[in-house]
């Protein structure tokens, strides 16, 4: 299906890459023009390039309000007033350090980027779109901020504010026709989860039964998540499709966050059986 976001305008943060870049090709094939942020500028103008005249890049450092400000501003001078915010830029968890050994410049640095950058989208993008009475937000959070423990504290805690934030937003902004939705994936391959695991992206495109063997353990669809199983949850959630979808936090993670894995978890309640039996208890 195409022309989904026919006449929409949308800015992505984050989009010279994985998720990001993704969810900004299905954008401009389903007719919105799109202005893509990011630091990686090299990279950013080349997406950008390759799609088209509805596309364009700015530099934005979504831990810098000025920064987010004026690349709203641009998207309205080029393309006319947003319709649609994606806040995606992220990075990785900064360690995995016990408590006690926390690095606080570290953890200030994460909050900045992964739940600081959403609150700057939102505030810039709601003053454009209230007076309209109309937009779709989009924040990514992740299925880390549904469920504690698979990721470092300062990634799971910024991106289950991410989840409350964008609930309280959806609160606010339904009054006035706007939506604010989150979406939380599951482990995604992307440049960001092949850095945590030390792989290079080559090995991934060689053999990717070989990755969705490595991942069956970890999500209940056994395999791992790929960009354009988030990046069409995003699409739904932007367009008019999902006009009565408001303060939502979407899981795209084959199931993970559901609850315990099913197998798994029968597995141990055998083993549970067993030893007690053992014990003759
Ligand atoms: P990615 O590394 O491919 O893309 C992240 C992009 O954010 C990069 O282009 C990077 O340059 C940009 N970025 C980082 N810091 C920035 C800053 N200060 N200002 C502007 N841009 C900045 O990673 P991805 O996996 O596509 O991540 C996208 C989002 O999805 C992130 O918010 C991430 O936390 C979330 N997420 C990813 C996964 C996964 O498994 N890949 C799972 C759950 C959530």
Same mark, same amino acid.
């Given at each position: 299906?195409?022309?989904?976001?026919?006449?929409?305008?949308?800015?992505?943060?984050?989009?010279?890459?994985?998720?990001?870049?993704?969810?900004?090709?299905?954008?401009?094939?389903?007719?919105?023009?799109?202005?893509?942020?990011?630091?990686?500028?090299?990279?950013?103008?080349?997406?950008?390039?390759?799609?088209?005249?509805?596309?364009?890049?700015?530099?934005?450092?979504?831990?810098?309000?000025?920064?987010?400000?004026?690349?709203?501003?641009?998207?309205?001078?080029?393309?006319?007033?947003?319709? @649609?915010?994606?806040?995606?830029?992220?990075?990785?968890?900064?360690?995995?350090?016990? @408590?006690?050994?926390?690095?606080?410049?570290?953890?200030?640095?994460?909050?900045?980027?992964?739940?600081?950058?959403?609150?700057?989208?939102?505030?810039?993008?709601?003053?454009?779109?209230?007076?309209?009475?109309?937009?779709?937000?989009?924040?990514?959070?992740?299925?880390?901020?549904?469920?504690?423990?698979?990721?470092?504290?300062?990634?799971?805690?910024?991106?289950?504010?991410?989840?409350?934030?964008?609930?309280?937003?959806?609160?606010?902004?339904?009054?006035?026709?706007?939506?604010?939705?989150?979406?939380?994936?599951?482990?995604?391959?992307?440049?960001?989860?092949?850095?945590?695991?030390?792989?290079?992206?080559?090995? @991934?495109?060689?053999?990717?039964?070989?990755?969705?063997?490595?991942?069956?353990?970890?999500?209940?669809?056994?395999?791992?998540?790929?960009?354009?199983? @988030?990046?069409?949850?995003?699409?739904?959630?932007?367009?008019?499709?999902?006009?009565?979808?408001?303060?939502?936090?979407?899981?795209?993670?084959?199931?993970?966050?559901?609850?315990?894995?099913?197998?798994?978890?029968?597995?141990?309640?055998?083993?549970?059986?067993?030893?007690?039996?053992?014990?003759?208890?």
């Amino acid at each position: 299906m195409t022309g989904r976001l026919d006449g929409k305008v949308a800015m992505i943060t984050g989009a010279a890459s994985g998720i990001g870049r993704r969810t900004a090709e299905r954008f401009i094939a389903e007719g919105a023009r799109v202005l893509l942020t990011d630091i990686q500028d090299g990279k950013g103008e080349e997406v950008a390039r390759s799609l088209g005249s509805n596309a364009a890049y700015r530099h934005a450092d979504v831990t810098r309000e000025e920064d987010i400000a004026a690349a709203v501003a641009e998207a309205g001078r080029r393309f006319g007033p947003l319709d @649609i915010l994606l806040s995606n830029a992220g990075i990785r968890g900064q360690g995995a350090a016990p @408590i006690e050994q926390l690095d606080m410049a570290a953890w200030d640095r994460a909050m900045n980027v992964l739940l600081r950058s959403v609150v700057y989208g939102a505030k810039h993008a709601a003053a454009v779109m209230k007076p309209r009475r109309s937009g779709s937000i989009v924040n990514l959070a992740s299925a880390a901020g549904l469920v504690a423990g698979a990721t470092p504290h300062d990634y799971s805690t910024a991106k289950g504010a991410v989840v409350h934030f964008t609930k309280g937003l959806a609160l606010e902004l339904g009054e006035f026709g706007i939506r604010a939705n989150a979406v939380c994936p599951g482990y995604t391959i992307t440049p960001m989860v092949l850095e945590g695991l030390g792989i290079g992206a080559q090995a @991934i495109e060689a053999e990717p039964q070989k990755v969705d063997a490595a991942f069956a353990s970890v999500h209940p669809i056994p395999r791992v998540g790929r960009v354009e199983d @988030i990046a069409d949850v995003i699409v739904f959630l932007a367009s008019d499709e999902a006009r009565f979808v408001n303060g939502q936090a979407v899981g795209v993670d084959g199931g993970l966050s559901a609850g315990a894995h099913w197998s798994g978890h029968r597995a141990k309640m055998g083993a549970i059986r067993t030893a007690l039996a053992a014990d003759g208890t």
